[in-house]
């Protein structure tokens, strides 16, 4: 399957047994990040501990340990990843310390930590799901995407692997190919995720050469003033819909429907959520009835509607009432999802 690899699961009484107990196996894939990676230049000392972190990546490290490296770089990210560890540690679960760190304010954790702990936990709420297209949506919640709008086309492409490709001269202009692409790219490194090509992505594992089709709709006009629109069966948004569903239930057993708009025709309008810093300040924006510029509006490309299925479950002066989800672009075409909007900002009953 296409994401981050996980750690082993294992029941934690205290929680959710679905919930996650950090293994070696997730500490040690962070050895391998270029930040904690061994250079030519490595000294002695930062050679022996990332190998004994290695051997057991749980193992105690002495002050001492860290202060005998040499670069004082790698002395400083060696650190960061040893708290971070023993932070997980202590919080006994992924969700349970990525929770208390994202209610805890201001986040100082390296932004790799926190997406390789979404990713992991993205991992687990797919597992046994075999919809390309869902897993496809389950990487914008913890990689970054490269966005291209043409012909009422929203197309989102793995931002790392877009920028490498562009500067590796691997397909050229980014925006000039995603225009060109009104059938899968089979000529490139990158392709349109499709019906025909969606187990081939489900094998590739973390191949990140796959965009997702972010259009919802399809408006054909056919003349006399007549025009068509269609749902397009394999919509991007709507197997993103189906992954917040996922997440929510997962950190908080609350079964929730959320399906895309097209836009806010609401005049009782009461709360939203913005998934990413660009949507909650449109949102905001809208809801206080300020108007919007044309370009700014033209960044919005997802609007969802999520409703409980239990109103009991809602906070009592919003029970019944919908939440308005919006997702957006930023001016250079860039999109980062944070999920966690959606675990602070939902008006539950109670908090969890």
């Given at each position: 399957m296409a994401h981050d690899s996980?750690?082993?699961?294992s029941p934690q009484a205290a929680a959710d047994p679905r919930w996650l107990m950090p293994s070696?196996?997730?500490?040690?894939?962070?050895l391998a990040l270029p930040q904690l990676a061994l250079c030519s230049d490595s000294c002695g000392a930062e050679r022996a501990l990332l190998a004994a972190l290695d051997e057991s990546p749980q193992r105690a490290v002495s002050p001492a340990d860290c202060s005998a490296i040499v670069d004082a770089d790698a002395r400083d990210n060696i650190r960061q990843f040893l708290a971070?560890?023993?932070?997980?540690?202590?919080?006994?679960?992924?969700?349970?310390?990525?929770?208390?760190?994202?209610?805890?304010?201001?986040?100082?954790?390296?932004?790799?930590?926190?997406?390789r702990v979404?990713?992991?936990?993205?991992?687990?709420?797919?597992?046994?799901?075999?919809?390309?297209?869902?897993?496809?949506?389950?990487?914008?919640?913890?990689?970054?995407?490269?966005?291209?709008v043409s012909e009422g086309r929203v197309l989102a492409a793995d931002r790392e692997t877009a920028d490498r490709l562009a500067d590796s001269g691997g397909f050229g202009d980014l925006g000039r190919l995603l225009r060109e692409a009104a059938v899968p790219l089979r000529g490139s490194r990158?392709?349109?995720?499709?019906?025909?090509?969606?187990?081939?992505?489900?094998?590739?594992?973390?191949?990140?050469?796959?965009?997702?089709?972010?259009?919802?709709?399809?408006?054909?006009?056919?003349?006399?003033?007549?025009?068509?629109?269609?749902?397009?069966?394999?919509?991007?948004?709507?197997?993103?819909?189906?992954?917040?569903?996922?997440w929510i239930e997962h950190f908080f057993a609350v079964a929730v429907a959320i399906r895309p708009l097209q836009r806010i025709d609401?005049?009782?309008?009461?709360?939203?959520?913005?998934?990413?810093?660009?949507?909650?300040?449109?949102?905001?924006?809208?809801?206080?009835?300020?108007?919007?510029?044309?370009?700014?509006?033209?960044?919005?490309?997802?609007l969802f509607r999520l409703e409980f299925a239990?109103?009991?479950?809602?906070?009592?002066?919003?029970?019944?009432?919908?939440?308005?989800?919006?997702?957006?672009?930023?001016?250079?075409?860039?999109?980062?999802l944070k999920p966690q909007n959606l675990l602070l900002d939902l008006p539950l009953a109670a908090p969890m």
């Amino acid at each position: 399957m296409a994401h981050d690899s996980s750690p082993d699961a294992s029941p934690q009484a205290a929680a959710d047994p679905r919930w996650l107990m950090p293994s070696d196996a997730f500490f040690r894939d962070f050895l391998a990040l270029p930040q904690l990676a061994l250079c030519s230049d490595s000294c002695g000392a930062e050679r022996a501990l990332l190998a004994a972190l290695d051997e057991s990546p749980q193992r105690a490290v002495s002050p001492a340990d860290c202060s005998a490296i040499v670069d004082a770089d790698a002395r400083d990210n060696i650190r960061q990843f040893l708290a971070f560890r023993d932070a997980v540690v202590a919080a006994g679960t992924l969700e349970a310390y990525y929770l208390a760190l994202m209610r805890g304010g201001r986040v100082a954790v390296p932004p790799v930590f926190v997406d390789r702990v979404v990713g992991a936990i993205v991992g687990t709420l797919l597992a046994g799901v075999d919809d390309a297209f869902e897993h496809r949506a389950g990487e914008l919640l913890y990689r970054s995407q490269r966005v291209a709008v043409s012909e009422g086309r929203v197309l989102a492409a793995d931002r790392e692997t877009a920028d490498r490709l562009a500067d590796s001269g691997g397909f050229g202009d980014l925006g000039r190919l995603l225009r060109e692409a009104a059938v899968p790219l089979r000529g490139s490194r990158l392709q349109v995720l499709a019906a025909d090509n969606a187990a081939a992505y489900l094998q590739a594992g973390a191949d990140r050469g796959f965009l997702l089709d972010l259009t919802h709709e399809v408006s054909n006009d056919v003349g006399h003033g007549l025009v068509f629109t269609m749902t397009r069966a394999h919509s991007g948004l709507r197997a993103l819909a189906r992954v917040l569903e996922r997440w929510i239930e997962h950190f908080f057993a609350v079964a929730v429907a959320i399906r895309p708009l097209q836009r806010i025709d609401d005049a009782a309008w009461s709360w939203h959520i913005g998934l990413d810093v660009e949507a909650t300040a449109l949102l905001n924006d809208l809801w206080h009835g300020e108007a919007i510029e044309p370009e700014r509006n033209a960044r919005f490309i997802g609007l969802f509607r999520l409703e409980f299925a239990r109103a009991a479950e809602m906070r009592a002066d919003l029970a019944g009432k919908p939440v308005y989800l919006g997702l957006a672009m930023t001016t250079d075409q860039t999109l980062k999802l944070k999920p966690q909007n959606l675990l602070l900002d939902l008006p539950l009953a109670a908090p969890m």
